[in-house]
């Protein structure tokens, strides 16, 4: 995405209260603690609230791209719900606010699953897969050959998590891709923590099938050895 992600012009009016009181008045926005920043959010600060949505977008964007698999209908969804988040900050007791953030996240891209399904829009397994938003960790000290059989293999993977039923997916992807605990998991989707742990086990069984059923697709070092009979 280019350049961050602002609450729409129309909160700022929501903003015109007195000025901020909490935290060192002379300290820049982006060096203050998470609590610092979302008691100035809850004052009136809209600088403050946005620098909350600098920190945690780029996270948002990649759960609601790999649940909606559309890359504008993920960013729509992630301003949808930082504007959301904004309007229902009062509600905010404390707490864990990067899980509280992600279930508005989650929420919202329900929505437009269910939005979807009512429109008897194409179905999500015929949406394409954007690479360009799969997000790669680069080792200087890897070989071309290494990279390489690494970007293919994260590709099929992407191709197989595209494959899992919306549940399965988000609950994978929350786990294995973003190293949520089980817990914040549960609380992030609403989730009993039972139906956590299945959806992760079943997504990862069916993770492992399509990978197994593609070896012709997987880097070489990854291919399962086939003896000869």
């Known amino acids: 995405m280019d350049g961050p992600l602002h609450v729409e012009e129309e909160t700022r009016l929501m903003t015109q209260k007195q000025p901020p009181i909490s935290g060192p008045i002379d300290t820049p926005l982006e060096e203050l603690d998470e609590e610092v920043l979302i008691q100035r959010a809850l004052e009136g600060e809209l600088d403050a609230f946005n620098q909350l949505v600098l920190r945690y977008q780029g996270l948002a964007y990649s759960v609601a791209y790999r649940m909606l698999q559309d890359d504008a209908a993920a960013a729509d969804a992630v301003q949808d719900s930082f504007i959301k988040a904004y309007r229902a900050l009062d509600s905010f007791k404390g707490g864990n606010f990067k899980s509280w953030l992600m279930r508005i996240v989650v929420n919202t891209c329900y929505d437009v699953l269910r939005s979807r399904q009512r429109a008897n829009t194409e179905s999500l397994d015929d949406l ?22 690494r970007m293919e293999l994260s590709d099929l993977l992407e191709l197989g998590i595209r494959s899992l039923p919306p549940d399965q997916r988000l609950a994978l992807v929350l786990c294995d891709v973003h190293g949520y605990s089980y817990e914040e998991i549960a609380e992030i989707t609403g989730m009993p923590m039972g139906t956590v742990k299945s959806r992760i086990s079943r997504a990862r069984a069916k993770l492992r099938d399509f990978l197994l059923q593609k070896p012709e697709l997987l880097p070489g070092s990854f291919r399962p050895n086939v003896k000869d009979g």
């Open 128 to 149: 394409p897969v954007d690479s360009d938003y799969v997000t790669h960790l680069v080792d200087k000290a890897e070989s071309p050959e290494d990279y390489v059989e």
